[in-house]
């Protein structure tokens, strides 16, 4: 009888060892930090955050701003440098390091299906290789701003702003096949007294890709407190001007599957006050749908699925003073077009630029009371959460809108 209960004991273990064998790939599904990995700022140093697993410091600095991941996770580019950066790649998993072109700005993408970068410089487009980083061709002239088309095989672009005969020329939005020739897909109003733009932000494709949602800028300093939000149908017949907001670009973004597109609208360069999310389901017969309770500024958000997103919110805040309420994460559902908690910071501390990653179901955020920054990430209730990144750099505040592009950069 000895003998026979160890041999059940040895069954059972077998057996639960199968078992776990068989729910590891559904288990590491569903942590939030198992594929997740981020390049960070630290002191002006380059690291890696992967996963669950310890920190890598990948690049001494300083001066290290911008990283962005290629699409396979394989490369990373970043700026490096004060008045003048170098933009450079840093291959991860062997440490090479090679330079791009000096004197870039903080305009350049890697290609959605290759480890192709595209960057701008003295308003000229160039393609480069990763691994061929010294042989830049260039693309196209007089280019105000760009993205990549959803097939990688070319760019939609905003021509430069020119001053002719003391007028401002129209901008004409270009289609720049990688192969073949440029050709004009529309060109913008005429300036008025409603509609004055001199430029664009970068382009975003709706899911479907009939639509393309993209900014109209004014001059710097009316560009400062409103753009207009516009979009225009792929193929360049139809174009509508939806809305003013601020020229940040993660304050609008399409819905992973269908054409809604969410915003946060108003206008002034303050991001605590006069700040509404919004939602448009194109084609739509009506006005932009509001989500922002009166008395709330909105900061930020996420989509988390179709019909909810993860929104940076606050009381809003119109004096002068710096003693400003900070965010915290709600969730708003658009169907009720309700809100419901989802994070609490400690007092002095907010929470800012959510970011939503659909194959890990994460939910990923900064932290911050204004002097130092972590990381934080959870399941898509936000809860429970734990700190992923300690001590990140900061991002440049301006007028209450932290850019954390510049010193985090998070792969899913």
Same mark, same amino acid.
């Given at each position: 009888?000895?003998?026979?209960?160890?041999?059940?004991?040895?069954?059972?273990?077998?057996?639960?060892?199968?078992?776990?064998?068989?729910?590891?790939?559904?288990?590491?599904?569903?942590?939030?930090?198992?594929?997740?990995?981020?390049?960070?700022?630290?002191?002006?140093?380059?690291?890696?955050?992967?996963?669950?697993?310890?920190?890598?410091?990948?690049?001494?600095?300083?001066?290290?701003?911008?990283?962005?991941?290629?699409?396979?996770?394989?490369?990373?580019?970043?700026?490096?440098?004060?008045?003048? %950066?170098?933009?450079?790649?840093?291959?991860?998993?062997?440490?090479?390091?090679?330079?791009?072109?000096?004197?870039?700005?903080?305009?350049?993408?890697?290609?959605?299906?290759?480890?192709?970068?595209?960057?701008?410089?003295?308003?000229?487009?160039?393609?480069?290789?990763?691994?061929?980083?010294?042989?830049?061709?260039?693309?196209?002239?007089?280019?105000?701003?760009?993205?990549?088309?959803?097939?990688?095989?070319?760019?939609?672009?905003?021509?430069?702003?020119?001053?002719?005969?003391?007028?401002?020329?129209?901008?004409?939005?270009?289609?720049?096949?990688?192969?073949?020739?440029?050709?004009?897909?529309?060109?913008?109003?005429?300036? /008025?007294?409603?509609?004055?733009?001199?430029?664009? /932000?970068?382009?975003?494709?709706?899911?479907?890709?009939?639509?393309?949602?993209?900014?109209?800028?004014?001059?710097?300093?009316?560009?400062?407190?409103?753009?207009?939000?516009?979009?225009? /149908?792929?193929?360049?017949?139809?174009?509508?001007?939806?809305?003013?907001?601020?020229?940040?670009?993660?304050?609008?973004?399409?819905?992973?599957?269908?054409?809604?597109?969410?915003?946060?609208?108003?206008?002034?360069?303050?991001?605590?006050?006069?700040?509404?999310?919004?939602?448009?389901?194109? %084609?739509?017969?009506?006005? %932009?749908?509001?989500?922002?309770?009166?008395?709330?500024?909105?900061?930020?958000?996420?989509?988390?699925?179709?019909?909810?997103?993860?929104? /940076?919110?606050?009381?809003?805040?119109?004096?002068?003073? #710096?003693?400003? %309420?900070?965010?915290?994460?709600?969730?708003?559902?658009?169907?009720?077009?309700?809100?419901?908690?989802?994070?609490?910071?400690?007092?002095?501390?907010?929470?800012?630029?959510?970011?939503?990653?659909?194959?890990?179901?994460?939910?990923?955020?900064?932290?911050?009371?204004?002097?130092?920054?972590?990381?934080?990430?959870?399941?898509? #209730?936000?809860?429970?959460?734990?700190?992923?990144?300690?001590?990140?750099?900061?991002?440049?505040?301006?007028?209450?809108?932290?850019?954390?592009?510049?010193?985090?950069?998070?792969?899913?």
């Amino acid at each position: 009888m000895f003998t026979r209960t160890w041999r059940q004991k040895g069954r059972l273990v077998a057996l639960v060892v199968l078992l776990l064998l068989s729910l590891q790939p559904a288990l590491a599904a569903a942590s939030p930090k198992n594929a997740l990995k981020a390049a960070f700022v630290r002191e002006g140093s380059l690291w890696l955050k992967s996963g669950g697993n310890g920190e890598r410091r990948l690049l001494q600095g300083p001066e290290i701003r911008y990283p962005k991941w290629s699409f396979d996770g394989e490369w990373i580019a970043y700026l490096q440098g004060g008045e003048k %950066p170098e933009l450079r790649l840093l291959h991860v998993s062997t440490g090479q390091q090679r330079l791009v072109a000096a004197g870039a700005g903080e305009d350049f993408s890697w290609s959605p299906v290759r480890n192709e970068l595209a960057y701008r410089l003295d308003e000229k487009l160039y393609t480069v290789r990763a691994d061929k980083p010294d042989a830049p061709m260039e693309t196209a002239a007089g280019i105000g701003s760009f993205s990549w088309l959803p097939d990688g095989k070319g760019f939609i672009a905003s021509t430069a702003a020119r001053m002719v005969n003391e007028k401002w020329e129209r901008v004409r939005i270009l289609n720049i096949p990688l192969a073949g020739q440029v050709q004009t897909l529309y060109t913008l109003p005429e300036m /008025s007294d409603q509609f004055f733009a001199v430029g664009t /932000s970068g382009f975003k494709y709706s899911p479907s890709g009939k639509w393309i949602a993209f900014l109209a800028k004014p001059t710097a300093s009316l560009s400062a407190d409103g753009n207009y939000l516009c979009l225009l /149908s792929a193929d360049g017949a139809s174009f509508y001007q939806i809305d003013e907001m601020l020229n940040h670009a993660d304050w609008f973004q399409w819905a992973d599957r269908s054409d809604t597109l969410a915003f946060i609208s108003g206008v002034g360069r303050e991001a605590y006050s006069n700040k509404v999310l919004r939602t448009l389901r194109i %084609p739509s017969n009506g006005k %932009p749908k509001t989500h922002t309770p009166k008395g709330y500024a909105d900061r930020g958000f996420a989509w988390e699925e179709d019909g909810r997103l993860a929104v /940076s919110r606050a009381k809003e805040y119109s004096g002068e003073g #710096t003693d400003r %309420p900070l965010p915290r994460l709600v969730e708003v559902r658009l169907q009720s077009n309700k809100s419901v908690g989802m994070t609490e910071p400690p007092q002095g501390f907010g929470d800012f630029s959510p970011q939503f990653f659909p194959r890990e179901q994460s939910l990923v955020w900064v932290r911050t009371n204004g002097k130092q920054a972590d990381v934080l990430t959870a399941g898509k #209730t936000g809860k429970p959460s734990s700190v992923w990144i300690k001590n990140l750099d900061l991002g440049t505040d301006y007028y209450g809108y932290w850019n954390w592009d510049e010193v985090l950069a998070v792969h899913g």
